[in-house]
């Protein structure tokens, strides 16, 4: 699944009028890390386990998967943080690589402090430019790094020069200076959003010595990814492991600067290991974290441990799972669903949610036909104007007749249990919608590599998108904007381009406050009933197994990243 973060709702209520104040120097440290330091072990290495598949990239100009930005939650110095906090604290952005920031140039220019006495893992010193270089390395041709469309979009956030760079006909943004230990982004337009979105890892302080043009895939002491933050990467084999150490340089010559917590020595992450198995190790304290269970786990551990305290948790997600209908791509497979908007409702007509969720487990998720999150910004209920939870087959036939195109079409799945199952489930949908599919199957974040190409073949893939910031930008913009579709590393998996929508969704992104959330509210309600790119069919939970050797006092619930921190977890 892809990634998320937050942006204060209230910040877009008010506009303009905050954009003009400085940014306050403030700790990052969380008041539940302080209160628990004390009694907290210092040391020890962590056993995680990554069932099934393999991080998407350890690059951090393109790592964007939920797993890898959990890590660098730990590993990043980015310009500013969420801190090691629960909600609300711990959803609001404070200043760590930087010191402070002010705004000017009425509100189109940032000029960041950066704070003195940051070091990289190698020793190398944390300076104004090595932000700057993450900006033009994530902006480049070559690496075709999904952070362009965050800063690059002439109806938000979009940095001067940023084209240029992405075209080849510059090697750094215009708009982006150094001036000493000063930082300065100068945006084409105000755009409320831009602290959230510079705050993304994709950002954070990079080495200059990496390369504009070839991805980081290897890591080991031949081939380093220093990293400023509490842990650094110290090594990665593909499809086998990534070994986090701390690093023994964060924050040791920063003065007026409450340090994160680092108390684990290492972590350990074994990846595409049995589903089964590394439940089994973490029951019997063999592994101490698992990044999944199998289905059948969750109602057994809420029996044994409960949802809240123990070693099992369940936490509400501002994530949705979905079909996407591929509708304008290059590839074959977007013969079916181009310019035939029946057929995309009749397959939301068609499918079961109720029966989809339920192969999840217990705690998976609750039904869903919208694209926004439960309580999203921007989110009204659609009600009797949605699809059912339930299938409507009548109806869906019906939508279906004289639609459907002749030919077998290419249905991309996850492999991970119970992926295998529930797109046998949806075949069966769509088989009596007259829709025969050939279906593939991905190794976890494979599936994007694949289904993200715009030439790709599949008429159908499944997908999920956690909030990156909460505004509905995020999911509408981002995942539904015809105008961002590139050669690879595309979220719009179902190539939905529509000029009358892209139209909508540039005047959405230009309001603030209350107009603004209208404005999406009325734009999601059109794009799932009317044009149906996508059919989602839930709002997942998230959920965690350890061991018992973690201690539970360590444990403080990152809304952002909606995970449990390394840097702030011990052993007992």
Not at 236 to 252: E, G, H, W
Request: glycine content about 8%.
């Amino acid at each position: 699944m892809h990634r998320r973060s937050w942006f204060s709702i209230a910040m877009l209520a008010v506009g303009l009028s905050l954009l003009v104040a400085a940014g306050p120097a403030s700790s990052s440290s969380s008041k539940a890390a302080k209160a628990n330091s004390g009694a907290l072990k210092k040391g020890g290495t962590l056993r995680v386990d990554l069932p099934v598949t393999d991080i998407d990239d350890i690059d951090p100009s393109l790592a964007y998967g939920t797993t890898t930005w959990h890590i660098e939650y730990s590993t990043a110095l980015k310009l500013l943080t969420y801190p090691d906090a629960a909600a609300p604290r711990g959803s609001r952005l404070v200043p760590e690589g930087a010191s402070s920031y002010r705004v000017s140039n009425g509100g189109k220019t940032y000029t960041f402090t950066i704070r003195p006495g940051f070091k990289f893992s190698n020793g190398g010193a944390v300076k104004a430019a090595n932000y700057a270089f993450a900006i033009n390395r994530a902006l480049g041709k070559d690496l075709q790094s999904p952070a362009f469309q965050f800063v690059a979009d002439e109806n938000a956030t979009n940095i001067v020069g940023a084209e240029a760079v992405r075209a080849g006909t510059a090697a750094k943004a215009s708009g982006v200076k150094v001036r000493g230990n000063k930082l300065s982004i100068t945006l084409t337009k105000p755009d409320a959003t831009f602290l959230a979105k510079i705050s993304m890892p994709f950002f954070q302080a990079m080495p200059t010595t990496l390369s504009r043009q070839n991805k980081v895939i290897n890591v080991d002491s031949g081939h380093p990814l220093p990293s400023a933050g509490p842990y650094y990467v110290s090594e990665r084999v593909p499809n086998r492991l990534v070994t986090l150490k701390k690093n023994k340089n964060y924050a040791k010559a920063v003065r007026k600067f409450k340090k994160r917590p680092a108390y684990l020595s290492q972590v350990n992450i074994k990846t595409t290991v049995n589903l089964e198995a590394s439940y089994q190790e973490v029951r019997a304290n063999q592994a101490d974290y698992t990044y999944d269970i199998p289905p059948t786990a969750p109602a057994e551990l809420g029996r044994q441990y409960g949802t809240k305290k123990g070693r099992f948790r369940v936490a509400t997600s501002n994530c949705v799972s979905y079909i996407a209908m591929n509708s304008g791509g290059a590839g074959s497979g977007a013969a079916l669903f181009r310019n035939n908007p029946k057929l995309r409702q009749a397959v939301n007509y068609g499918i079961n949610r109720n029966a989809m969720v339920s192969l999840s487990g217990a705690y998976a998720g609750v039904p869903t036909d919208q694209y926004l999150p439960r309580g999203f910004p921007g989110y009204k209920e659609l009600g009797a104007k949605g699809y059912p939870n339930a299938s409507n087959m009548t109806k869906a036939r019906s939508l279906a007749s004289g639609n459907v195109r002749s030919g077998t079409w290419k249905y991309y799945y996850g492999l991970a249990s119970p992926g295998p199952q529930r797109m046998e489930l949806v075949r069966s949908y769509l088989s009596q919608l007259g829709i025969r599919i050939d279906p593939q199957g991905f190794r976890g974040f494979a599936i994007y590599d694949a289904a993200g190409k715009r030439d790709s073949p599949h008429a159908f893939t499944t997908g999920g998108w956690c909030q990156d910031y909460s505004d509905p930008y995020d999911f509408i913009n981002v995942l539904l904007y015809g105008g961002n579709i590139q050669a690879e590393n595309n979220n719009n998996l179902a190539y939905f381009n529509n000029a009358a929508y892209n139209k909508r969704m540039e005047s959405a992104a230009k309001l603030i406050g209350a107009k603004r959330l209208a404005a999406y509210s009325k734009l999601e309600n059109d794009l799932v009933t009317k044009q149906g790119p996508w059919a989602a069919w839930t709002q997942p939970t998230n959920q965690f197994f350890f061991s018992n050797r973690v201690n539970p006092k360590s444990l403080v619930y990152q809304s952002i990243y909606e995970a449990y921190p390394y840097n702030l977890t011990a052993l007992k």
